[in-house]
């Protein structure tokens, strides 16, 4: 109960974090208050389309192989809004995390009061998080833009190690309608003297972000130039690297998550850890450890077998692309059906074409976010895209997982079939809930 009045207080708090306030103001302002906590420590701070949260934990889980005691902030949340801030690999206690929010509040009033205009959900979150950071106290906070990461609230950390991972179109109204548009939102990030870790990017916001790092001053390390990924194999579980850090070659590294879009987060992630230690080669059993230990939830997550059904938090055509290569990379379907909820604000079309070829038949449903896609309308562009007979229709999400696990057990060909669950973070979230519920 203790949590939801939490979680009521910052349900009230305007606009929601997939809306975007182009200053830092009120945050500047409460750090202030709060005797800048965000500044007790180094700070990792990525940003990119696609692939920060995944990213972040590897960062995370590589520090706290060399010791560390690492700080990680990342979002939207799959089960609990409190898995969104994590000291030493652990999500807070309910507590905890209710205690922080209290701590804060008559601060965070005396800021609404002050500028007129409340704080948003998301500062309010970011201001916890840099609180218990300092209060742990962490080694290194590994932080995760909320949008963008000019005006982002995580964006008063001033980080000297900034990994950008790549851009692509999402978030239009806000982030802007070209790629040079997006990268100039996300380059922000990137201050005086910082080391900037930049995965492999189209052209247009390529030049940008490296215009930005000029004007600055800030190191460059690319992507295929100073890190990448030399040799990739599948493996059971996961799959087995060789990396080219920013240092030293990196061999026989096993990562248990699926997809090459995942190796290459890994090459980053290496290379931001090299970065940020700065002091030549690391030792290869602790990076083989750290990233051993990496999990990355709703991301390809099996979580049921017989049939098979795997959750991914794909919500942008530049996800899809990675998630449809990856499930022909890493598994063997015979019969794949996919289970489909999205957001109304996304390009949800785009996202239906890139994963028609991949699937057999698709089951249409909403999830409970405020801002779904009504399921009739997204049976409309499903059967544009799929073709009526090969749509099902349900209201709800249990109902849809069980028509899909039924589909892909009537075309059972000894474990051949599957069940794909994505279209959203939400939709992620929630088909984990009821499925380990069960």
Known sequence: MTLQRVMAALGTRYPSEDKMIPDLIRMT????????????????????????????????????????????????????????????????????????????????????????????????LTAMAFATFADAPVDVAVLEVGLGGLWDATNVVHASTAVILPVGLDHVPLLGTTLAEVATEKAGIIHPGATVILAAQPPEAAAVLLARSVEVGATVAREGLEFGVLERATAVGGQLLTLQGLSGVYADVFLPLHGAYQATNAAAALAAVEAFFGAGALDPEAVAQGFADVSSPGRLEVVRSSPTVLVDAAHNPHGMHATVAALSDAFAFTHLVAVVACLADKDVRSMLEILEPAVASIVVTENTSPRRMPVEQLRELAEEVFGEDRVSVEDRLDDALDRAMALADDESDYGGSGVLVTGSVVTAGEARLLLKAR
């Open 29 to 124: 302002a409460l750090m202030d208050l709060l005797g800048s906590p965000q500044l007790a420590y180094p700070s990792i701070h990525l940003t990119g389309t696609n692939g920060k949260t995944s990213t972040a934990r590897m960062v995370d889980s590589l520090v706290r192989a060399f010791g560390l005691r690492p700080g990680r902030y990342t979002s939207p949340h799959l089960d609990t809004v409190t898995e969104r801030i994590c000291v030493d690999g652990d999500p807070l206690s309910d507590e905890r995390f209710t205690e922080v929010f209290d701590e804060l509040l008559p601060l965070i009033e005396l800021v609404d009061g002050r500028f007129g205009v409340p704080m948003t959900f998301f500062e309010v």
